[in-house]
């Protein structure tokens, strides 16, 4: 087997599978290391297997509101080994194809684990045996983990990280998430519709602190009203670990503590990069925390050498480091209308109950700029196709620049708001102005009118509120 | 030559598939020669000139204006005076598309049914038939086109009217108009779309009582419109200008009626009908699909193989190679590429980087081998900058990406554009000017091995440069046996223009570059 080739990806994750296959398609001979999963977190332990989870807690709550559509449900019962088997399942099919389009498109898989031994050259071990290889070009997609506190290390089986989190044996009766970004709210959001009693804790004054701030009040308001306790700046102190159960001790800023005493803790207060043995020390490679310093086309200050995805910094999205690992293979192999990619401009999705979904600033962010926007709102209280599904809890909120019309920000909370982000994300990305989306026509009746009535309500002329 | 020769569609491209006549440049019964322009031709892309690559008369117009017709599909007959209509006929009735040529790059013509000559543009490695940035002497190119002679008498009443900048007409009749000073807004477009033609032109001078001189030979132009022909700085939205692209509408002729000011895409239809084209289809047309289907079958690597063969057997056949070759010590400059390579992230300098670098500057001191032959005109094109071809191999075949003016470059800089250069060969992405021209190549073996080779001289360049691996060997020095870290290089030279001598002294130069690399920063 070959030793050499153009391209080298390490990393078989959403950044690093398709950065291969760009590789390969534009005729570079590529391979990909991979220590473990081809797919990566994203498809074995990320986005895919908790959509299958999260589904299961969607089918409970329609279950819960069959009668309000005319059905009678006798007893339900629930057995939770299944629903995790699906979930499974899912990702081993995904995976499965992966290794089916590295296959197709001529990539060479390389079982083991990479450490950069110089440039342009890499060690790759497969337990004890240690081949080199060489590459003018080698891509690290080495994704990240979950980001541990001093004290309050995951153990596996009272303190969980997202990987136990997706495979639990038995429902826990309690339930306490520290941490409040998208895994820590869908996880809340999931247990609590499974009937575990949940609590969770946000250092920061507001949850899914990156979200607009009136979409997080919205979701704290639904999260409390469904029996989710809710602390936000607070921060967990400590822990005690029991036999079956965890007393979590929490401190608030204003001073104030409490205990509390859960059966399972889950810790999702961040992630940081994997940049621990791959020989970026002995490059010099620099990096930014625990990530890789990268320039707009994930160059590294090392020759030949780039970063794209989680490792090369947030946001920790599976869309972003796909992205990016097209970005990146497109520049190194000279394609000609290749653009940078705009961390600015990347889609953020949270599959809570209800979902949240956002493109560019916040409108905090955008009046912090310095900008002078005008916002619209529109309820979906006021849309039709809400009604009728029954599920009419939600806005869309839009954040336009007031002199130029771009669309800055889209935030969006309700049913099937992620399937609907991306029309405001081309609009963004072909810089649509508020009166080119007034001029769009869309279709009725759909929950994205409510998209077309948050743009005219910017411009004060939404119509049906 | 063949007393009969098909004039048929060029392929311009590796994705061209078919071509559509816009206009004969050229009469039944004109005679033709090597390089005059003979049509005008749009594919999906350009709009381009086809030149002749045969000369004789032109007897027959197979294609008509308007037609699409696939690559190496038949357009005109050129044949002498002494053949009949009937043998005329019958090369056409038993006229066969060349699948051969249809899929690789190739130029106008084919003789008789037979095998297309070896192409001239090309993608490979021999395609080298720039004109010298330094050209001592010009080459032997086809001789210009005569112009019209004599004085033309236009009718006043033809020179007055409206910005005539929006009138559709072909890039070569808007040039006769300008140079008569007709406007085009009298003239009445008989061409394709209603486009108006040179003959519309010349019709409409005659017609209004004047007169023009004999014409000669269509002058070749360039391809030149009333309107600033870069577009780019026209604001206007993605779809109007990816719209005026495929229907060679040029923005600045378009109104802006969008939103902020932009051309949007009803401007755009607006401009194109104006200038007589039919609406915008709804659905891509056919050749627009065709186009952007990927390729299946790799049969344009054949074409790149053919084109290697060729131009290889003919270098090989027609240029009196000798070799010199000289071992190289190595470790001087190994030691100085460690420094380097230690001493910033940001540079990975290889050997072959210093070996290029190392030549480039032993070509500014040896100019007599920094040349092109050109045999046609047996002029020597003395080049003063290095401009290094370096050869990649990519797959079926090789290309040849060009460092230019490496002598001017430090070793950082060569080594970051030939790793980019390398990369992008394989990935196809090289414009024609990074891998057409060159004053030298380098051709490098070392990474599989390779102790010793000779290599096939590049033609029109004079020599090439043979470079194998480093490895430790058992040196004599001083009576002493040590061990050195070396290699072998050869030097295949073209005898009619660089003498055993000057190639050997050629070495030298280069070896004591590489062996006090120092001498390199000097």
Same mark, same amino acid.
């Given at each position: 087997m070959s030793t050499s080739f153009d391209v080298i990806v390490v990393g078989g994750g959403p950044g690093g599978y398709v950065a291969a296959i760009r590789a390969a398609q534009l005729g570079l001979s590529t391979a990909l290391v991979e220590k473990q999963h081809l797919g990566g977190i994203c498809l074995n332990w990320g986005c895919i297997p908790t959509k299958a989870l999260l589904k299961g807690a969607e089918v409970a709550h329609t279950l819960a509101h069959a009668a309000d559509f005319g059905f009678t449900t006798g007893d339900i019962s629930f057995d939770l080994k299944r629903l995790v088997k699906h979930s499974r399942d899912v990702s081993g099919r995904l995976a499965g194809g992966v290794g089916y389009l590295m296959k197709k498109n001529g990539i060479t898989v390389v079982d083991g684990v990479a450490r950069l031994a110089g440039k342009g050259r890499l060690s790759v071990d497969n337990d004890g045996r240690t081949v080199e290889y060489r590459a003018d070009h080698i891509i690290l997609a080495t994704g990240a983990r979950p980001r541990a506190l001093p004290g309050i290390e995951p153990d596996g089986d009272r303190v969980w990280t997202y990987f136990e989190a997706m495979v639990p044996d038995a429902l826990p009766q309690s339930l306490l998430v520290i941490g409040s970004g998208a895994i820590g709210v869908e996880f809340s959001s999931l247990y609590n519709d499974l009937g575990v009693e949940v609590t969770l804790v946000e250092v920061l004054d507001q949850i899914m602190p990156v979200e607009d701030a009136e979409v997080s009040a919205f979701v704290r308001q639904l999260f409390e009203r469904r029996g989710i306790r809710v602390r936000t700046s607070t921060r967990v102190t400590a822990i005690d670990r029991h036999a079956d159960s965890v007393t979590c001790h929490l401190e608030g800023a204003d001073g104030s503590t409490e205990s509390i005493t859960?059966?399972?803790?889950?810790?999702?207060?961040?992630?940081?990069?994997?940049?621990?043995?791959?020989?970026?020390?002995?490059?010099?490679?620099?990096?930014?925390?625990?990530?890789?310093?990268?320039?707009?086309?994930?160059?590294?200050?090392?020759?030949?050498?780039?970063?794209?995805?989680?490792?090369?910094?947030?946001?920790?999205?599976?869309?972003k480091a796909s992205h990016e690992g097209v970005v990146c293979v497109e520049k190194l192999a000279g394609v000609a209308d290749v653009r940078p990619l705009d961390r600015e401009r990347v889609p953020g999705c949270t599959y809570c109950r209800p979902q949240v979904a956002s493109v560019g600033m916040t409108e905090a962010q955008a009046r912090a700029a310095g900008r002078s926007v005008n916002v619209g709102r529109f309820n979906l209280q006021a849309n039709g196709k809400a009604l009728a599904i029954g599920d009419a809890t939600g806005f869309v909120k839009t954040v336009f620049d007031a002199a130029s019309g771009e669309l800055l920000g889209a935030h969006m909370v309700g049913p099937e708001m992620t399937e609907q982000i991306q029309g405001f994300g081309l609009a963004q990305s072909l810089e649509a102005t508020d009166s080119d989306l007034a001029h769009t026509v869309f279709a009725h009746p759909t929950l994205s009118e409510a998209m077309h009535e948050a743009v005219l309500d910017a411009l004060g002329r939404a119509i049906h509120q | 030559m063949a007393r009969i020769q098909a004039i048929t569609v060029p392929k311009w491209g590796l994705t061209m598939t078919e071509g559509t006549v816009s206009e004969w440049l050229v009469d039944e019964g004109d005679t033709i020669n090597i390089g005059d322009p003979i049509m005008d031709m749009e594919t999906s892309k350009i709009v381009n000139v086809v030149e002749s690559i045969v000369a004789g008369t032109l007897r027959r117009?197979?294609?008509?204006?308007?037609?699409?017709?696939?690559?190496?599909?038949? *357009? $005109?007959?050129?044949?002498?005076?002494?053949?009949?209509?009937?043998?005329?006929?019958?090369?056409? &009735?038993?006229?066969?598309? &060349?699948?051969?040529?249809?899929?690789?790059?190739?130029?106008?013509?084919?003789?008789?049914?037979?095998?297309?000559?070896?192409?001239?543009?090309?993608?490979?490695?021999?395609?080298?038939?720039?004109?010298? =940035?330094?050209?001592?002497?010009?080459?032997?190119?086809?001789?210009?086109?005569?112009?019209?002679?004599?004085?033309?008498?236009?009718?006043?009443?033809?020179?007055?009217?409206?910005?005539?900048?929006?009138?559709?007409?072909?890039?070569?009749? /808007?040039?006769?108009?300008?140079?008569?000073?007709?406007?085009?807004?009298?003239?009445?477009?008989?061409?394709?779309? $209603?486009?108006?033609?040179?003959?519309?032109?010349?019709?409409?001078?005659?017609?209004? $009582?004047?007169?023009?001189?004999? !014409?000669?030979?269509?002058?070749?132009?360039?391809?030149?419109?009333?309107?600033?022909?870069?577009?780019?700085?026209?604001?206007?939205?993605?779809?109007?200008?990816?719209?005026?692209?495929?229907?060679?509408?040029?923005?600045?002729?378009?109104?802006?009626?969008?939103?902020?000011?932009?051309?949007?895409?009803?401007?755009?239809?607006?401009?194109?009908?104006?200038?007589?084209?039919?609406?915008?289809?709804?659905? =891509?047309?056919?050749?627009?699909?065709?186009?952007?289907?990927?390729?299946?079958?790799?049969?344009? *690597?054949?074409?790149? !193989?053919?084109?290697?063969?060729?131009?290889?057997?003919?270098?090989?056949?027609?240029?009196?190679?000798?070799?010199?070759? *000289? &071992?190289?010590?190595?470790?001087?400059?190994?030691?100085?590429?460690?420094?380097?390579?230690?001493?910033? =992230?940001?540079?990975?300098?290889?050997?072959? &980087?210093?070996?290029?670098?190392?030549?480039?500057?032993?070509?500014?001191? *040896?100019?007599?081998?920094?040349?092109?032959?050109?045999?046609?005109?047996?002029?020597?094109?003395?080049?003063?900058?290095?401009?290094?071809?370096?050869?990649?191999?990519?797959?079926?075949?090789?290309?040849? =990406?060009?460092?230019?003016?490496?002598?001017?470059?430090?070793?950082?800089?060569?080594?970051?554009?030939? !790793?980019?250069?390398?990369?992008?060969?394989?990935?196809?992405?090289?414009?024609?000017?990074?891998?057409?021209?060159?004053?030298?190549?380098?051709?490098?073996?070392?990474?599989?091995?390779? /102790?010793?080779?000779?290599?096939?001289?590049?033609?029109?360049?004079?020599?090439?440069?043979?470079?194998?691996?480093?490895?430790? !060997?058992?040196?004599?020095?001083?009576?002493?046996?040590?061990?050195?870290?070396?290699?072998? @290089?050869?030097?295949?030279?073209?005898?009619?223009?660089?003498?055993?001598?000057?190639?050997?002294?050629?070495?030298? @130069?280069?070896?004591?570059?590489?062996?006090?690399?120092?001498?390199?920063?000097?």
């Open positions: 859960v059966e399972r803790v889950i810790l999702s207060a961040g992630i940081r990069g994997n940049i621990e043995n791959i020989g970026l020390e002995e490059l010099g490679v620099e990096t930014a925390g625990s990530f890789i310093r990268t320039d707009a086309w994930c160059r590294t200050n090392v020759a030949g050498l780039y970063a794209i995805g989680d490792v090369s910094g947030p946001p920790c999205l599976a869309h | 117009k197979v294609a008509q204006p308007g037609d699409v017709l696939p690559v190496a599909a038949l *357009m $005109g007959v050129v044949a002498e005076a002494d053949v009949t209509d009937a043998e005329i006929d019958e090369f056409i &009735d038993t006229f066969v598309i &060349d699948e051969s040529v249809s899929g690789a790059p190739t130029g106008a013509a084919a003789e008789g049914a037979a095998p297309a000559a070896p192409p001239e543009p090309t993608p490979a490695t021999a395609a080298v038939h720039e004109p010298a =940035p330094t050209a001592a002497t010009p080459a032997a190119a086809p001789a210009p086109a005569p112009a019209r002679t004599g004085t033309p008498s236009v009718p006043e009443a033809l020179k007055s009217g409206d910005d005539d900048s929006a009138v559709h007409a072909t890039v070569h009749a /808007r040039k006769l108009a300008a140079t008569l000073g007709v406007n085009l807004n009298n003239v009445s477009g008989t061409g394709r779309n $209603g486009r108006v033609s040179v003959a519309d032109v010349e019709e409409a001078v005659t017609g209004a $009582g004047g007169s023009l001189p004999a !014409r000669g030979p269509v002058e070749r132009v360039p391809e030149v419109d009333a309107v600033p022909a870069d577009d780019s700085g026209v604001a206007a939205t993605s779809v109007a200008r990816r719209l005026a692209k495929s229907l060679g509408v040029n923005l600045h002729s378009c109104r802006a009626t969008g939103r902020h000011g932009k051309v949007c895409k009803y401007d755009v239809e607006a401009a194109h009908a104006l200038q007589g084209g039919a609406p915008a289809p709804a659905a =891509p047309t056919p050749e627009l699909a065709a186009e952007t289907a990927p390729e299946v079958e790799a049969v344009p *690597m054949s074409g790149m !193989r053919r084109t290697i063969a060729g131009r290889l057997q003919a270098s090989k056949q027609t240029i009196p190679h000798y070799r010199v070759s *000289m &071992d190289i010590k190595l470790d001087a400059l190994l030691a100085l590429r460690k420094q380097v390579n230690d001493g910033d =992230p940001g540079v990975n300098v290889s050997v072959n &980087d210093c070996v290029v670098k190392a030549v480039a500057m032993a070509l500014v001191k *040896m100019p007599e081998v920094n040349v092109q032959f050109d045999e046609a005109s047996q002029t020597i094109r003395r080049f003063r900058d290095a401009d290094i071809s370096v050869a990649v191999a990519i797959d079926d075949g090789l290309i040849t =990406p060009i460092v230019k003016a490496a002598n001017s470059k430090t070793l950082t800089e060569i080594s970051a554009e030939v !790793r980019e250069l390398a990369t992008r060969a394989k990935a196809g992405t090289l414009k024609a000017e990074e891998f057409q021209g060159g004053s030298f190549s380098i051709s490098n073996l070392g990474m599989f091995g390779v /102790r010793q080779f000779d290599a096939i001289i590049n033609p029109p360049q004079a020599a090439i440069l043979a470079v194998a691996g480093g490895e430790q !060997r058992p040196v004599v020095e001083n009576g002493e046996l040590t061990v050195a870290t070396a290699m072998t @290089v050869s030097l295949s030279s073209d005898h009619r223009v660089i003498d055993g001598a000057v190639a050997a002294q050629f070495l030298q @130069v280069v070896k004591r570059f590489m062996e006090t690399p120092s001498l390199m920063l000097a």
